[in-house]
């Protein structure tokens, strides 16, 4: 079978294949990957020593970023408009910057660097920015300085507060201590009940009273902590271009209305649970209102300019941005969301707003024609919409576990890793981070990868390991 040119085609695909997804995908070692091909039988065929495994993973590694190289240089030099995401991750004593365009997903940068300052960021991302032709009209970053000035002097726009930060923030403050008092009230409430099992007629009164004491602390904490959930998710509610109830257009002053209405619910629950902001968690959480509704500002700046470039009439613009843009945006929100809970609120805010797109009198009267036309602008607008960073963090947390599953992370093994995510992963619809970034097809990496990588090695003749006799020497005289 091997000797058939199908058959060696196969093999050749299966090895280099393990390499490319366990190799450097996995960060499975050498040795490792040398007993498996072992295991296969196939060390007569092929030369799988773990030195052979290393030199082409190697060579995997530098023949990756040319092909990133290349299909940049094809992609031309024409300017495309982006909103990205900066944020650092540290990898034991490495220090990697990673900056994401968020409507394609692409990597634009992900490299090891001295020191995070503004300097360095600019240093490294001006020249990546100009191979792409790339112009940054929105940043979501957390609130460092340097990412801040990067976005305001080193981009020329405006600066997004990150919504996953500003949550993590307040749970770091107020979830870890509410649920040990959840804990403490639960343990208390079983003791009591213990008590109150065991008690003689002596102490009948005294258990009965602890008991009732204790249920009402465990009620009230329990109602504590349930508000504090739904105060927090209604974070996340609160930062859309459209009103949950209506669907109605939001602006900033909007959403900073409902965040401050937020942050007064959180002053009430660390009041009643007795637990201090130490640290200035809530001034910080106030402080990032404005950049936070700055998401939905430039999101609508965004819509409008491309309905005036359109040259839409009055009537048809406000049915666009009332009716069937929330219908849209709604739809995607519960698409992607993964919790079932905030499921289920889009839902309800989805069929509203279907309701209101089916009552109103211009979808009667006419306004829907072209519809398939604007249905799919309103699914480019609803796509375009970015209010945190949390794509970024789960790939520094994708790194964190290549390098404690690898015990290191080189830089060739980075940019190769790099250069996998923007042209060999792809989503449910096929398309990969090139692909949705510069519009166009590109070859398939795994099968460029395989045509660069040559022939197979071939397999060495093992030497016979000596066995030890220790009576060999039994005639030799002492």
Request: proline fraction near 3%.
């Amino acid at each position: 079978m091997w000797e058939t040119p199908a058959g060696e085609a196969w093999l050749q695909t299966l090895f280099f294949a393990t390499l490319y997804v366990f190799g450097l995908q996995g960060h499975v070692g050498a040795d490792r990957l040398e007993e498996f091909f072992r295991l296969l039988r196939l060390e007569t065929h092929i030369g799988i020593s773990a030195t052979t495994l290393r030199r082409r993973l190697n060579q995997m590694e530098a023949l990756l970023p040319q092909f990133q190289a290349q299909c940049e240089q094809q992609a031309g030099d024409s300017t495309r408009p982006g909103v990205v995401a900066a944020d650092e991750t540290f990898q034991g004593k490495l220090l990697i910057l990673v900056l994401m365009e968020l409507r394609s997903g692409y990597l634009v940068l992900e490299d090891m660097a001295d020191d995070r300052k503004f300097d360095t960021w600019q240093a490294v991302i001006e020249p990546r920015l100009k191979t792409l032709g790339l112009k940054v009209e929105h940043a979501v970053t957390d609130r460092a300085r340097a990412l801040i000035k990067l976005a305001k002097t080193g981009f020329k726009c405006g600066s997004g507060a990150d919504l996953f930060h500003a949550q993590y923030d307040c749970s770091s403050w107020l979830g870890a201590k509410l649920a040990r008092l959840q804990k403490k009230a639960a343990t208390g409430l079983q003791q009591a009940l213990a008590a109150r099992q065991q008690a003689s007629p002596a102490t009948d009164t005294e258990t009965l009273v602890a008991l009732v004491d204790a249920e009402r602390a465990h009620k009230a904490i329990q109602a504590t902590g349930t508000e504090y959930h739904e105060q927090l998710a209604g974070i996340a509610q609160d930062v859309h271009p459209f009103s949950l109830d209506e669907s109605q257009p939001k602006t900033a002053a909007d959403v900073s209305s409902a965040l401050e209405t937020r942050a007064k619910a959180f002053e009430v629950i660390a009041k009643s649970a007795g637990i201090t902001d130490w640290k200035g968690t809530l001034n910080k959480f106030r402080g990032q209102f404005d950049a936070l509704a700055l998401h939905v500002t430039f999101w609508w700046q965004f819509v409008l300019h491309s309905l005036a470039e359109a040259g839409c009439d009055p009537a048809m613009r406000d049915w666009l941005t009332c009716r069937l843009l929330p219908v849209v945006y709604w739809h995607e929100q519960m698409q992607k969301t993964k919790n079932r809970r905030q499921r289920e609120v889009y839902r309800r805010a989805w069929q509203q707003a279907v309701a209101a797109l089916n009552s109103d009198e211009q979808t009667a009267n006419g306004c829907s024609t072209d519809l398939e036309r604007w249905v799919t602008w309103a699914e480019r607008m609803a796509r375009n919409f970015h209010r945190s960073s949390s794509a970024v963090e789960g790939r520094n947390g994708y790194l964190s576990q290549m390098y404690h599953n690898g015990r290191g992370l080189t830089a060739s093994r980075l940019r190769a890793l790099t250069v996998i995510q923007n042209y060999g992963v792809r989503r449910a619809d096929g398309t990969t981070a090139a692909r949705r970034l510069f519009d166009r097809e590109f070859p398939d990496l795994f099968s460029w990868l395989v045509d660069q990588m040559g022939e197979l090695p071939l397999p060495r003749q093992r030497k016979k390991s000596a066995v030890r006799n220790p009576l060999g020497l039994a005639a030799v005289p002492s």
